[in-house]
């Protein structure tokens, strides 16, 4: 028998922590091939769907009226005229005209070419919705939001016209995401893109404007209490390089009318559209009738006319004005199409099958974030923002669609916390034998 002599005890070694997730280079390659490949079968199908789409509508088709609009301001600027349409110097932006004049010069026909622009930009937005959704939510809700972008049948619808929703979606999705970097590190040259990113939406679309303003609450709800100081700096600069996007277009205004209009001399005109004797929430610009001493104005004097007797029906009837916001409100929100044309059995189950259960799911999803939701705010600031000029403005379904990415983000947080939560959630054991723990026979042996 051998006799060991005892001796001192030595010191218990350190506890190794224990972490059963593989390294860091062993897993980057496998995640990033992964994450690569799932990006590009992303961008892919979101484009050739919308590709699909402009082939299967007619590649030269223009469908509305607001198409021929632009169409007409990109043929009088290539002309020398400048950006004008029916005499009106004012009556549009420049963004997406001078688009379609720049597509028109280098490929000799803008109505396709701005076709395949769109789809590009569509899928270009599915991407973006997939990195914003990454950063705020998880991988997992970045896939689904990616996913939901695109494959959503309305942006791919609006892809296949000559209207500014399509772009101005993906143009609002680069704004939110160079509003998040900058919420990371408030540096000046951040401010700059995101600035220069928000001049360049108002110039697309003028009731982007607004939103400059009503950004900034959910911007400091972003930035906390701590930081209140030099996000207002930020702040700032955005508003500074966003209003410098916008000054030459409203120093040419003020050129060419006389007086001081930042965007657009059409404001008036919408406002009475919306608050007119004919109005029921809907576009009535084929049916209204325009008051006494309108005739003969010059653009800019109807613009001011109008206006004042807009507010003049809101103040005789408050609660008409109310009806209307709450007609409108519905029409936003409305989860089959509201424009007759377009409301056949196909298109109302279209859109009840894939709009509807996003809707819903985005609720969930802004319920899931509980107190974080201050954080998150600043993703449904565009949405906010839209729903809640057009409880002034004329609704349509149309106005939505430069925003469902937003609330699509959301919608892929309910989605993605559902399925982690189904995952975690454990299996039921089979129940134990009598004794030895062994499972029971459930039917007699032969």
């Not at 410098?244 to 001399?265: D, E, F, K, Q």
């Not at 609720?363 to 705010?377: I, P, V, Y």
């Not at 106005?399 to 959630?425: D, E, K, M, Q």
Request: a positive charge; proline letters at 9%.
């Amino acid at each position: 028998m051998l006799l060991v002599r005892a001796g001192p005890t030595p010191p218990p070694l350190p506890p190794v922590p224990l972490n059963l997730a593989p390294a860091a280079a062993d897993r980057s390659p496998a995640v990033d091939r992964g994450r690569l490949r799932f990006l590009f079968l992303l961008f892919a199908v979101a484009l050739l769907l919308r590709l699909g789409a402009v082939v299967a509508r007619g590649p030269g088709r223009v469908e509305f009226p607001d198409s021929r609009q632009y169409l007409e301001m990109a043929e009088n600027f290539d002309r020398g005229r400048g950006f004008v349409f029916e005499q009106e110097a004012a009556g549009r932006v420049p963004g997406y005209p001078f688009l379609l004049w720049l597509l028109g010069r280098a490929f000799g026909e803008p109505v396709v070419s701005v076709k395949v622009l769109q789809a590009l930009l569509g899928a270009v937005g599915a991407l973006l919705a997939y990195f914003i959704g990454s950063r705020e939510f998880g991988e997992g809700a970045g896939r689904v939001a990616g996913v939901l972008v695109a494959l959503d049948p309305f942006l791919i619808f609006f892809a296949t016209q000559v209207l500014v929703e399509a772009p101005i979606s993906t143009v609002l999705l680069l704004l939110l995401f160079a509003l998040l970097r900058l919420a990371d590190d408030f540096r000046p040259g951040r401010a700059a893109v995101a600035g220069l990113l928000a001049g360049g939406a108002c110039l697309f679309h003028p009731n982007q404007l607004a939103y400059l303003g009503f950004l900034l609450p959910f911007w400091l709800l972003r930035a906390g209490r701590a930081r209140l100081f030099p996000a207002l700096r930020a702040y700032a600069l955005v508003l500074l390089f966003a209003l410098l996007a916008i000054l030459p277009w409203s120093v040419r205004n003020y050129r060419v009318l006389g007086r001081v209009v930042p965007l657009t001399a059409r404001l008036g005109d919408g406002l009475y559209e919306a608050f007119c004797p004919e109005a029921d929430g809907s576009p009535v610009k084929d049916r209204m009738t325009f008051p006494r001493g309108v005739a003969g104005l010059s653009e800019a004097d109807r613009d001011r006319f109008l206006r004042a007797e807009a507010w003049r029906l809101i103040a005789a009837d408050p609660g008409r004005a109310l009806g209307l916001a709450w007609t409108k409100f519905l029409r936003f929100w409305n989860l089959v199409p509201n424009f007759a044309g377009y409301r056949t059995p196909f298109y109302d189950a279209l859109s009840l099958t894939t709009y509807a259960p996003v809707l819903f799911a985005a609720l969930a999803g802004l319920a899931l974030c509980g107190r974080g939701l201050r954080e998150k705010a600043l993703l449904a600031s565009p949405t906010l923002y839209n729903m809640s000029l057009h409880l002034i403005f004329v609704s349509s379904l149309r106005f939505r669609i430069p925003v469902f990415p937003f609330f699509a983000l959301f919608a892929a947080h309910a989605a993605a916390s559902w399925w982690r939560g189904r995952r975690r959630t454990p299996a039921a054991a089979p129940p134990p034998g009598p004794r030895d723990g062994r499972r029971q026979d459930t039917e007699p042996r032969p």
